[in-house]
């Protein structure tokens, strides 16, 4: 039976979805499972081994290109439709996908109104299914395609099944541009976000801090830099640092290569923490205005930090406290550097042993 999942993105809601392919897997090996998806994440989606085929959708390059939007549309609909889907599973929970679902002119699953993100479009499925908005994005997923492709829910700990892709990659030689970075140990930091949520980036006064311990242990600190207000981040970061470096904008691909090589790392909430915690990296990730709760994985290997601020997690964008007029988000720098170097020494300890 061919089924279709869409899931067109964030990077995190879509790594978040891997544990659930994994268990489906297992449990319905009669399934051949093709997956929508933004294009920009596709490559994510072809490394898991369950994932028949990929189909990379920009959506929100539509966004852009309106006019091109019909011919676009029509052409989805025409693959999708050759493919002939016995079913559809929709587990994005929004109008565009829940739209989208419906051109491949097969059943539709999805989540009913008290579990969709957007209620309305539980109205577009011919079935709906319950999930408690209690338990974390990747629980929620699990049960989602347990009760929609009727299986018992795995009690088995979430399985992103990336880890063989990591050892194929940390035993490829890097581009001779990247060798400079790996020639050392080093950790990886994550230390921007969406502009849109700048409340979650960590201050850079704290980054300093970490850098300096790290160099106090020969350890490099490797940063990031994908456009031009993370550079200028980083350099500021850099400053007195000569164990910090800046990352030349990469693919999402090489950046996994680069990322695979990391003794540990140290994230915000963000799509590129994700995408390290599913390779199998020790990481400490760091949450002040959204809740740890939502992500947190039990595993030796991961350390969340929710701020201790009084006000988080309050869950928005921007901060209303007056401090945030002048740059200061308190609840992030109420996480003290050294409780988060404390956190991620005591990994750098364990991997060694």
């Not at 019909?70 to 599973?89: C, G, W």
């Not at 491949?104 to 699953?109: D, E, I, K, L, Q």
């Not at 949450?287 to 930090?305: E, N, V």
């Amino acid at each position: 039976m061919n089924l279709l999942l869409l899931r067109l993105s964030s990077l995190g809601d879509v790594l978040h979805t891997l544990p659930a392919i994994s268990d489906l897997a297992i449990h319905r090996p009669d399934l051949q499972v093709d997956w929508l998806v933004e294009s920009a994440f596709a490559p994510i989606v072809a490394w898991h081994p369950a994932v028949h085929k990929a189909i990379p959708f920009s959506l929100r390059g539509l966004k852009k290109k309106p006019l091109a939007a019909p011919h676009s549309l029509h052409h989805l609909r025409k693959e999708l439709r050759a493919s002939r889907y016995d079913m559809v599973l929709d587990a994005q929970g929004l109008y565009k996908s829940a739209l989208l679902a419906r051109l491949a002119g097969a059943p539709v699953m999805g989540l009913d109104t008290q579990s969709a993100r957007e209620p309305g479009a539980s109205r577009l499925y011919q079935r709906q299914f319950s999930v408690s908005w209690s338990s974390s994005a990747i629980a929620r997923n699990r049960q989602f395609f347990a009760l929609a492709l009727q299986y018992a829910l795995p009690s088995t700990s979430p399985d992103f099944a990336l880890a063989c892709r990591r050892s194929q990659w940390q035993e490829q030689a890097l581009d001779d541009a990247l060798q400079p970075f790996v020639c050392k140990p080093f950790v990886i930091g994550f230390h921007a976000t969406s502009a849109a949520w700048k409340t979650k980036e960590w201050p850079e006064a704290h980054w300093k801090v970490i850098a300096s311990r790290l160099a106090e242990q020969g350890w490099n600190l490797l940063l990031p830099a994908a456009d031009e207000r993370e550079r200028q981040r980083v350099g500021r970061i850099q400053s007195g640092a000569d164990n910090v470096l800046a990352l030349p904008q990469l693919s999402l691909e090489f950046l996994a290569k680069v990322m695979s090589r990391a003794q540990a790392f140290v994230g915000m909430d963000t799509g590129l923490s994700y995408l390290a915690t599913a390779l199998g990296l020790n990481g400490v990730t760091l949450y002040g205005p959204t809740s740890a709760d939502r992500f947190f994985i039990k595993s030796s290997q991961q350390i969340s930090l929710q701020s201790p601020q009084s006000c988080a997690p309050c869950g928005k964008s921007r901060c209303p406290l007056p401090e945030a007029q002048n740059g200061r988000i308190l609840c992030q720098e109420a996480l003290e550097p050294e409780r988060v170097w404390l956190a991620l020494s005591s990994l750098l300890e364990s991997s060694a042993a």
